[in-house]
């Protein structure tokens, strides 16, 4: 058992863990312009979370069955394309959240488009990028996925 710090005491710092070493690698460009667009985007545009907690069991079993449904044609759906498909659906009833800050207005848009953060590989030069399904209210999963 260790014994208890006194309460009067400053607590010393952890020793940093074996291996680590300060150093800064360049980036190249396509990793320069995400960091840009990641800080425009964060600076320029209001942000907000929201949390919950949701039982996708009955989610999960759905897309069983459809994968199942779908194997013949080699078409094999994800989560995220059944995210992305009720992300739509609620931008179409909650249009304010389908909207733009313009300064001297606010734009509301009259489509969906849904951008999904990927991670590269660090062999296609690391980084995120965004894929971005178009219209996305006026497709079904297959066409998502």
């Known amino acids: 058992p260790k014994q208890a710090a006194s ?58 069955t459809i994968n199942t449904q779908l194997e013949p044609q080699g078409v094999k759906l994800s989560v995220n394309d059944f995210i992305t498909r009720g992300v739509a659906l609620a931008c179409v009833q909650h249009p304010v959240v389908n909207s733009s800050w313009r300064g001297e207005s606010i734009d509301y848009h009259g489509t969906v ?15 995120l990028v965004v894929a971005v399904v178009r219209d996305v209210q006026n497709k079904g999963l297959r066409a998502i996925s």
């Not at 680590?20 to 990641?38: D, E, H, N, W, Y």
């Not at 600076?43 to 897309?63: G, W, Y």
């Open 113 to 127: 488009n849904v951008g999904t953060a990927i991670a590269l590989p660090a062999e296609k030069g690391g980084g």
């Open 7 to 64: 309460a009067t005491a400053p607590a010393a710092p952890a020793p940093a863990p074996a291996g680590l070493q300060t150093r800064s690698v360049p980036l190249p460009g396509m990793r320069k312009t995400i960091a840009k667009r990641l800080v425009e985007s964060k600076t320029t545009i209001p942000h907000f979370q929201v949390s919950t907690s949701i039982n996708v069991d009955p989610l999960l079993e759905l897309r069983k």
